[in-house]
């Protein structure tokens, strides 16, 4: 198995400003199912804490009072860890699974557009988060959930597909 391979899957968790702490996701990591659950279960919480500070922030808005700067760097941050975490899975985790579980084919196609999907909705959200201060709350909340739904959805059927492939590998990889 390649270096880069086990690296791509260590440091996606490391992106933005917080790693996964111990005791999120499945406890011990001793393979690359454990390790994914671990990642997918920081990025779910870092997405509802984005979520409470959006309501949060919106829910006290006074006109003129400009973005909250903790909503937008932990927005920022979340697209920034989400769009390492996608691109280390296109760039060297789904390739590596489609070579050796060719029967797991479809699924990655699949996979694979729905991060497209949901780098297109974050686009969108990055485009608001430049002028918040006059964003309309509404159409970033509708973006925030529309995020909320794809992700969570992709990460479900990212599980559900990928989870006893990559529970055949042990992680972290022997030395
Ligand atoms: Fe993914
Ligand atoms: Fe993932």
Aim: hydrophobic share 40%.
């Amino acid at each position: 198995m390649s270096e880069s391979f086990h690296q791509a899957i260590s440091e996606e968790s490391r992106a933005g400003e917080e790693s996964p702490a111990a005791g999120d996701g499945p406890g011990e990591v001793a393979n690359l199912a454990d390790k994914l659950l671990e990642v997918h279960t920081w990025l779910r919480a870092q997405l509802q804490q984005v979520r409470a500070e959006a309501d949060a922030y919106f829910t006290g808005r006074e006109p003129g009072v400009p973005l909250g700067l903790q909503l937008r760097q932990h927005c920022l941050a979340f697209c920034q860890a989400l769009e390492f975490h996608h691109t280390g899975e296109d760039g060297q985790v789904f390739p590596f699974l489609a070579d050796r579980h060719p029967h797991l084919r479809g699924a990655l196609d699949r996979l694979s557009e729905e991060h497209r999907t949901v780098e297109g909705v974050q686009r969108e959200l990055v485009a608001l988060l430049a002028d918040l201060g006059t964003a309309d709350p509404g159409r970033f909340r509708a973006e925030l959930d529309r995020l909320s739904a794809e992700l969570t959805a992709h990460l479900d059927y990212e599980e559900e597909s990928l989870l006893p492939a990559l529970a055949g590998i042990p992680f972290p990889p022997a030395p």
